[in-house]
């Protein structure tokens, strides 16, 4: 008897227990009861009647989140009604099927300039209105409203009206059909291909919910590094069952192409872009995938860069491959991703091969064509400076790909809030037309006139729980897509909404959180590259240091080809003197940098060597500089840590001490990063580390040892 009743305690605390469970897996998403009388009290009243119009898998979705929202954050259970009352409160649908019911509340025109997927929420008559012209519009107006609830807005009197600048707002997976995930750090890919298309897995649902609430309308579902399998009939089944749980909440699909598929899956002898045969098969799978998925988004490709077959392999050009696929999909209104990502080694300096591949074929694009460029001209170092093709290619559309997943930013232990990275670019002026065309600019479409605008982040999603492994990853993938919606927000607001949905809405917390997150991007380019360095991590898992890194055979993987350290000095000269590529900006933005005395302490060594004792801005000589940098970002780190310990009362346990853990081996990482870089640039600079730093506690000899064969993400 008393043991089954023991069990029976012993049960309740379990279940109580994991009714409490904070894994992180509701995301920003969370619907939490406001604890606010008051503004619990006014809230209700706002939402007492709440009428959504329309009939679609779209408005259903849309009805099931206002519904999900109000139940959790006001623990009220209003029924959604199907249309307009006189007692409604608070209405949502889209122009036509409000201005059926209801006088509108907002001039005609400035609704229909809001564009597909743009919405308002006005106040009338004491009633608050969303109204878009189409149901996906309703959706994101109805996930935007929720954020003004979850972030404790006022919302007696809203006249709200936005819609996004960019057009395609997308993720990139680098998933493999094994369930692996390239570069990723939050566990397997949470595309569960075997079970597909059978069993739908309620991910599925929550990962389409949590694109939509902040705009993103787009994933290509597989890696860069494609296999062709995923575009056989077994697969496309699958793709499709996918495709049709995203449709309501806006998203498309698309898949990465392998160039080589005609070969591969298609028993041709030739991938020839310009072989009729070759071409001929691209449009009939082209077709075949249509028929699966009438919404299908395009292709992204990869071709001719690390080993992936392209049109060079026949001796055609990048258009010649990428418009063969514009052919194929432009009667479906597809579009054609083409990465700009290229590194063929014919040329001096890796930094200008992406141009000079792609510069002389500006022009040649077909209309349904976009080049995808990453925002830097390496490989998402923790800084770059902008890439030289934005603001060289005005007859192509552009999209911007960052890199959520964080390979080269601590991978799945650091802290590093990316917003203020993603701005750092955006922001950069490119000069293409006159002072003020910022890369913002050229990829959303307004320097050069065009409506085909992207913008991707490559996923840091997985199967862990709580999607990014990382509790603070989640707010790189909610920064994209607010970014994306709209470039002109900044890293402070979107840091502090999220940490508010995530986390919580007492000031106490959200200030402190707010600083610990704006602090982290720039604490970990002191830690890891300060002054211009690049590309020093160890090779192949790129965990971790080793900026003595020399023995792959392409010189231009190697650590020792990007810092150049030797007795005279350190950095990679791409002056006039040196590789010239900065030659490839606009006079306005070289001039900024050719100029070792004047180029901005952040790029210096991006462009620049100098000697060790050449003068910085702040005075001290550059060795100075790079022992104050590397240590200055462990100090920040050890800061953040204290800051997040004294968090502990506004945080729920589980993610309190995640953090708390992580930040620990952060700490321990950006010291590691520290020594050893300092040792081994100290083994050319022969110049002590000043005795007010910490000094090294190891070895360089000890650094070199270290081994990490199992490292995640490779
Ligand atoms: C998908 C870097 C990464 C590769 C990645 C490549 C790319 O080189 O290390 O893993 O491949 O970029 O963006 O294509």
Known sequence: MLHRKSLLVLCILLISQFALAEDGYRLWLRYDKISNASLLGKYRQQLAVPVITGNSATITA?????????????????GILNSYTSKATFIAGTLATISNQYKLPVEKNALLGLGDEGFTITTKDQKIFIIANTDIGVLYGIFHFLRLLQTQQDITALHISTSPKIKYRLLNHWDNLNRTVERGYAGASIWDWHKLPDYIDKRYIDYARANASVGINGTVLTNVNANATILTPQYLDKVAALANVFRPYGIKVFLTARFSAPIEIGGLKTADPLNDTVRQWWKDKVKEIYKLIPDFGGFLVKANSEGQPGPQDYHRTHADGANMFADALQPFKGIVMWRAFVYSQLSNDRFKQAYEEFKPLDGQFKSNVILQVKNGPIDFQPREPFSPLFGAMPHTPLAMEFQLTQEYLGQGTHLVYEAPMFKETLESDTYEKGKGSTVAKVIDGSINNFSLTAIAGVSNIGSDINWCSHPFAQANWYALGRLAWDHTLSSEQIAKEWLQQTFSNDPAFVNIAQKIMLQSHEA??????????A??????????????????????????????????????????????????????VSSLWSDSNTCADKYLLWFHHVSWNHTMHSGRSLWNELCYKYNAGVDTVKYMQQQWNGLQKYVDAERFTEVKQLLNIQVKEATWWRNACLLYFQTFSKLPIPANYEQPDKTLEYYQSLRFPYAPGN
Request: hydrophobic residues 30%; charged residues 15%; without cysteine.
């Open 524 to 533: 970990m380019v002191n830690y890891m590259t300060p002054v211009g360095l």
């Open 62 to 78: 849309a009805k099931d989140e206002l519904k999900n929202g109000i139940t959790g954050l006001l623990n009220i259970n209003s």
């Open 535 to 588: 590309h020093i991590m160890y090779n192949g898992h790129h965990y971790g240091p080793m900026p003595w890194g020399n023995t792959l055979p392409r010189p231009d993987w190697n650590p020792v080809y990007y810092h150049k350290a030797d007795a005279a000095g350190i950095g990679f000269n791409r002056t006039a003197t040196g590789t010239d590529a900065l030659s490839e900006y606009k006079q306005d």
